[in-house]
């Protein structure tokens, strides 16, 4: 009874800490969120601005967006306040509320509390430091403002790097298609979207992606995503020439230490690997028996499976493996050398989705 008679004496101590000063009235202040939203917009663009010139990485970028997107949800919010109200009314209708209140929260509290679970409050959580922060209410507060503002352009486009980083790929699409509507097109917006489309399809370049970086390249011929994701969906579709053309043109005056150098140099390996037969060659197989030809592409077939099974890391060589099974009719060889091909692949989806694509092209997976 003791504790009872305690909670009681604490909750109107509480309560009369609150409305003593509502009695004696507040002065009136005027927020300053709507300067501070204006500071952070022109911060994102000088961002922007920045990562079009190279002086930042796309990495440094998508962390310097999310501190931005928090400090302007709390000025949006700053700005969107409105100011105490003074009158008489007003104190006797938050008093009553205030009367009513905790015996609201003391039944609810009896309901479902659970005294025994530690703090935490949101407050805290989202005024620490970025590093520090639950990403799932910052995620959930930027949302929850574009619920109700879905035409904020810059919102979706801050959005979208984040569910990117989460692997929230299709809301991914969804954000960079929404900032592409509603802030118009540009070559980097274009790229955005068809990155996330790549992505959200296991890394295949789709037409609808490949429509994307088209429209981008369009925009800005010296665009560096959207040529190596056209360079990647020539080598998906087993277009070698033009693929190889495009990773060579790409490499003209590539930047030493950018992420993509390799890939590219690697892609250029792998194709100028991998001639064409002669005409010779063309002239002896027309001159053998159906079995002598048989036999013959079956000693190139083991001939590439051993080779890869050296250097497992050629892509182009396992899709042409997998070819080369079904059309000798050896489907479950076939089925086999893709596993292995997923397992030697699984850390470079570039390269692992050349081999998915031909496996989804033969019939291999859906």
Do not use: C
């Not at 917006?189 to 789709?206: H, K, P, Q, Y």
Request: charged share 30%.
């Amino acid at each position: 009874m003791l504790l009872w008679i305690v909670m009681a004496a604490l909750t109107a101590a509480a309560s009369l800490a609150i409305l003593v000063p509502l009695y004696r009235g507040r002065p009136r202040s005027r927020p300053d969120g709507a300067e501070k939203l204006s500071i952070y917009r022109d911060q994102l663009a000088e961002l922007d601005r920045d990562l079009a010139r190279g002086l930042i990485a796309e990495s440094e970028a998508d962390a310097a967006r999310t501190e931005i997107a928090r400090r302007l949800l709390r000025a949006d919010e700053a700005a969107g306040a409105e100011e105490p109200k003074g009158e008489r009314g007003g104190r006797l209708g938050l008093a009553a509320a205030l009367g009513v209140m905790p015996i609201v929260a003391l039944g609810t509290y009896l309901l479902v509390g659970s005294p025994w679970l530690p703090d935490q409050p949101l407050a805290a959580r989202l005024d620490a430091a970025t590093d520090q922060q639950d990403v799932a209410a910052l995620i959930a507060r930027v949302e929850t403002h574009l619920a109700t503002n879905p035409e904020d352009g810059r919102g979706w486009e801050l959005l979208g790097p984040v569910y990117i980083r989460l692997g929230r790929l299709d809301d991914a699409v969804r954000a960079f298609s929404n900032a592409l509507r509603i802030l118009g097109p540009t070559a980097e917006r274009e790229a955005n979207l068809g990155e996330a489309i790549t992505r959200a399809n296991d890394n295949i370049v789709t037409q609808e992606a490949r429509a994307a970086f088209e429209r981008a390249l369009a925009r800005d011929a010296t665009a560096v995503r959207p040529r190596f994701y056209l360079a990647v969906a020539l080598d998906q579709e087993g277009r070698r020439e033009e693929a190889l053309a495009a990773w060579k043109d790409l490499l003209q005056g590539a930047p030493e230490g950018a992420a993509w150098v390799s890939v590219a140099r690697d892609a250029v390996a792998r194709l100028e690997g991998a001639p064409a037969p002669t005409e010779d060659d063309v002239a002896a197989a027309a001159g053998m028996s159906e079995q002598e030809r048989t036999a013959m592409i079956g000693g190139m077939v083991d001939s590439l499976a051993a080779k890869l099974e050296a250097d497992p890391s050629d892509a182009e060589g396992w899709a042409r493996l997998l070819r080369s099974y079904m059309v000798l009719g050896r489907k479950d060889e076939a089925q086999a050398a893709l596993e292995k091909a997923r397992t030697a692949l699984a850390s470079d989806a570039t390269r692992l989705g050349i081999v998915e694509a031909e496996a989804r092209s033969q019939g291999l997976i859906e």
